[in-house]
């Protein structure tokens, strides 16, 4: 802006001089655009002053993690260039700050629940190793107390791999495959490994299928030469996506009463494929709906052994398959997981 205005003055006093006849006119002309120029120059040097102090306070607040004071935008020169460059540059280091500063927070709080959850089993282990040592001890006691013992050590041996397994999905590094999967043959396969469970709560496991004649019907699903809906089918690792509707039915059938139902149900559209698992069970509280995927979180269960791993191992297999689950709950009446499957990108 200062070079403007100079370069304004300096062709108007030019210009000046050129009409006047008078030297000493000349002379004060001169004089005159002498101070001015001095005076702007003077004036552009102050003014760049305070925006370097600007960029020196900007940069000395980004070094110290303290909120960004505003600063004027410098739109030409070479202090709008160092301006712009600074600028990116706080802006990625705020980034890998604030990423790394996720990533301590997430390994903190991840061994302070490994901590947490290995505490119980590992007491057990040593009360009753102890308890083994014992003079007196009835081989019938012996035995039971190493089978407590060998129950311990798979209970910890199963939550070293979920975790395993959360964290390489977490931090993206687990392989998944993209294969075709018949939506209702893989819930086939998984209400199969689960009856003998339901049956031990009394609880009815249904698999349903929507009529091709209705949507809005249910029915069983079939076998046989029909083929199957091109609706029904998505990409994803058909291993890993059984381990996560496992997961999922595992706790409705955990939290329905006996003589209870669970029902699964396989929708498409050419949208996504949905599949909707719902209970009639205690349900969830409000509280402790959004909660319910988070690491560890019981949510209030009422089984001791419960870890509160699944739920959310179950939510990361379903985002990495290009998928999406949500929960709905009433107390009392039941719950509701719904899980979407879009097509990749």
């Known amino acids: 802006m200062y070079l403007k205005v100079k370069l304004a003055i ?19 002309l001169f004089a005159l655009y002498a101070v001015l120029f001095f005076l702007l120059s003077f004036l552009e040097k102050r ?72 505490k119980t089993p590992l007491s057990a282990i040593r009360i009753m ?8 001890v009835t081989e019938e006691q ?18 070293i791999q979920s975790l395993l397994t959360l964290a390489q999905l977490e931090a993206g590094v687990l392989e998944m495959k993209a294969e075709p999967i018949y ?15 339901a049956e031990v709560a009394g609880v009815s496991l249904e698999v349903l299928l929507p009529c091709a004649s209705s949507p809005a019907e249910d029915a069983p699903i079939r076998h046989g030469p029909d083929a199957p809906s091109p609706l029904l089918v998505i990409s994803g690792d058909s291993r890993w996506l059984s381990e996560a509707f496992t997961n999922i039915i595992k706790n409705a059938i955990e939290h329905s009463r006996e003589g209870g139902h669970v029902r699964i149900r396989a929708l498409g559209n050419t949208l996504y494929a949905a599949v909707v698992i719902e209970d009639d069970g205690e349900g969830i509280d409000p509280v402790h709906l959004p909660h319910i995927f988070e690491r560890f979180y019981k949510a209030g269960s009422r089984r001791e ?32 997981f719904t899980v979407r499957f879009y097509p990749p990108q």
Request: proline share 2%; hydrophobic share 40%.
């Open 10 to 28: 300096a062709i108007l006093f030019f210009a000046l001089c050129l009409l006047c006849q008078a030297s000493w006119l000349c002379a004060l």
């Open 305 to 336: 052994e419960s870890i509160g791993i699944g739920l959310s191992l179950a939510r990361q297999i379903i985002l990495k398959s290009h998928g999406t689950i949500k929960a709905e709950s009433t107390p009392g009446e039941g719950t509701r």
């Open 142 to 159: 012996r035995l039971d107390w190493a089978s407590r013992i060998d129950a311990q050590t798979g209970r910890m041996s199963w939550l």
């Open 129 to 136: 190793t102890d308890l083994l040592s014992e003079e007196g």
């Open 47 to 118: 003014e760049d002053a305070r925006r370097i102090d600007e960029l020196i306070r900007y940069v000395t607040c980004a070094q110290d993690d303290l909120p960004l004071p505003a600063i004027s935008r410098i739109a030409e020169g070479q202090l709008g260039i160092l301006q712009s460059e600074i600028y990116k540059v706080v802006t990625l280091l705020r980034e890998e700050y604030t990423l790394e500063k996720r990533q301590k927070t997430y390994m903190s709080d991840m061994l302070s629940d490994i901590s947490h959850q290995f």
């Open 183 to 197: 939506l209702p043959d893989l819930l086939v396969k998984v209400r199969q490994d689960l009856e003998v469970m």
